[in-house]
């Protein structure tokens, strides 16, 4: 019998190839996206076409709000009951200077990259803590740990997600909960149609892989750490093709 898995962002580039990676080992999934509801969609179709994938309930909230992370909790615990596993993968970026950012602008990307994180594991881990098992997996970058110009309020709000992931571990280990996060360096997704082709080329000649990573590469990181033994914990895990 399969797992019970919450993912946020998962319409995005990495969320979608870690829904597929989940569903392909049978779990049940909540899928919470907000931007590209139609591709969780057509995912929901293939995985109802498909004997051996798991159920799948698709979730269309902001979780840049409270209101959005407590319907999307509430929804998934009224599916599935306390999911065994939770990827905290909202996330949004944007390529300006520091001192050119709006409030607004920095409030919502601290909301989704952190508070949406912070929300929905604090709505789920209860449950888990009454169960006595539990993952929660978090999606950060190298930019939590190195920082990046042009990236400063991005940068900021991995390195909380490290922090995060870090301090939850401790408090929840004895409890049975695993939390760990991992952190991507350049992957081939929307999210870096920002940038030219002569940027992402001169990032590329920098990493020792040669190449961008696939979101598929990540999200079997992210499959990986969901099997992985309880006693890796409060780990920031890097998948970067070397680069930092």
Request: charged fraction near 20%; charge should be negative; proline fraction near 3%.
């Amino acid at each position: 019998m399969g797992r019970k898995v919450v993912l946020t962002g998962a319409s995005g580039g990495i969320g979608l190839a870690t829904a597929k990676r989940f569903l392909e080992a049978g779990d049940a999934l909540v899928l919470v996206g907000y931007r590209h509801p139609e591709a969780l969609n057509d995912l929901k179709k293939e995985s109802e076409a498909s004997k051996s994938a798991g159920n799948v309930l698709v979730v269309s909230a902001d979780l840049s709000s409270e209101e959005g992370v407590k319907m999307a909790a509430a929804e998934a615990e009224s599916f599935f009951g306390t999911p065994d596993v939770l990827i905290n993968n909202a996330g949004i970026a944007a390529d300006r200077l520091f001192q050119e950012t709006t409030d607004e602008e920095y409030r919502k990307m601290l909301d989704t990259n952190l508070s949406s994180y912070v929300r929905m594991t604090r709505a789920l881990l209860p449950g888990m803590i009454q169960r006595g098992s539990g993952r929660i997996l978090n999606v950060s970058s190298v930019w939590g740990q190195v920082g990046a110009s042009m990236e400063v309020d991005y940068s900021l709000t991995k390195g909380a997600v490290d922090a995060f992931t870090k301090a939850l571990a401790k408090e929840v280990a004895p409890s049975g909960i695993a939390v760990n996060a991992v952190s991507p360096g350049l992957i081939d997704t929307k999210m870096n149609a920002c940038y030219t082709e002569e940027e992402l080329s001169a990032v590329v000649d920098g990493i020792p892989a040669g190449r961008a990573g696939s979101p598929e590469e990540v999200a079997e990181l992210i499959y990986l750490l969901s099997v992985a033994p309880l006693y890796l914990t409060g780990q920031v895990i890097r998948i970067d093709g070397g680069w930092i």
